[in-house]
């Protein structure tokens, strides 16, 4: 079975400036890795995924993420943050081929970007 | 499309009684998962539905619980009897047929059993 760990619950950091959230998994079998967004009062939109290829992965507005094998990380960065992007962001994992593919989810990180 | 669909957005309701919460996934979607949020325990799966048969339960947390899909466009999750420690936001979300596809939420039912 895989488990995903956000090292962080809360990070704040000022408008403009760079941005990391750590994500570790296990898991014993090939997988799939996925970043979701929840702003206040919504449910969960995708970020970005990596199923196979690059290991550097872009999403939606100025995301991206590294896949690292070797370290088992999938960290979310953003070069620089507005204050739009304060919100819960979660990592989830699921098994690939062969697996059951249903996601599990990480406890959350929320982001909080000051002015 | 409108996305999924879930009602009510709030309910407030009496430790003992019966609640029953609705979702529509988005047309076309095989697959259907109940999740549930809270701050001690995160996101956790409930129960996933594909193709309308349940599949995987076992995060139902007990036998209050219960869900159904009986077509393609509906489903429910009922807890008879409610109690405070199932208060929580309950989210709905559907996803195509490509086993990677990435799940569309619904923007959740925040249950308050007093």
């Known amino acids: 079975a895989q488990s995903v760990t956000q090292l962080d619950s809360q990070v704040p950091v000022f408008e403009e400036a760079p941005v990391e959230l750590r994500c570790n998994y296990s898991?014993?079998?090939?997988?799939?890795l996925f970043w979701y967004v929840q702003y206040p009062n919504q449910g969960l939109q995708l970020l970005l995924k990596?199923?196979?290829?690059?290991?550097l992965v872009k999403g939606i507005n100025g995301f991206e993420a590294e896949f690292n094998k070797s370290q088992t990380s999938f960290h979310l960065r953003k070069p620089s943050v507005h204050i739009s992007d304060t919100a819960e962001y979660f990592c989830?994992?699921?098994?690939?081929?062969?697996?059951?593919?249903?996601?599990?989810f990480g406890r959350g990180t929320s982001l909080i970007v000051h002015p | 499309d409108a996305g999924v669909i879930q009602s009510p957005r709030h309910e407030v309701t009496e430790m003992g009684q019966e609640v029953t919460l609705r979702c529509k996934p988005i047309?076309?979607?095989?697959?259907l998962f109940w999740y549930r949020q809270t701050m001690m325990r995160g996101l956790e799966l409930l129960i996933y539905f594909n193709n309308n048969v349940p599949i995987d339960d076992s995060g139902m947390p007990e036998d209050r619980f219960s869900a159904k899909m009986p077509n393609a466009s509906f489903s429910t999750l009922k807890i008879q009897p409610s109690e405070p420690r199932d208060s929580a936001v309950y989210f709905c979300?559907?996803?195509?047929?490509?086993?990677?596809?990435?799940?569309?939420f619904g923007s959740g039912t925040q249950l308050s059993v007093l």
């Open positions: 989830a994992v699921s098994d690939g081929p062969g697996g059951s593919y249903i996601p599990t």
């Open positions: 990596y199923l196979s290829g690059s290991t």
């Open positions: 979300a559907s996803s195509g047929r490509g086993r990677y596809e990435k799940l569309f």
């Open positions: 047309s076309g979607h095989n697959s």
């Open positions: 898991s014993s079998v090939s997988v799939y």
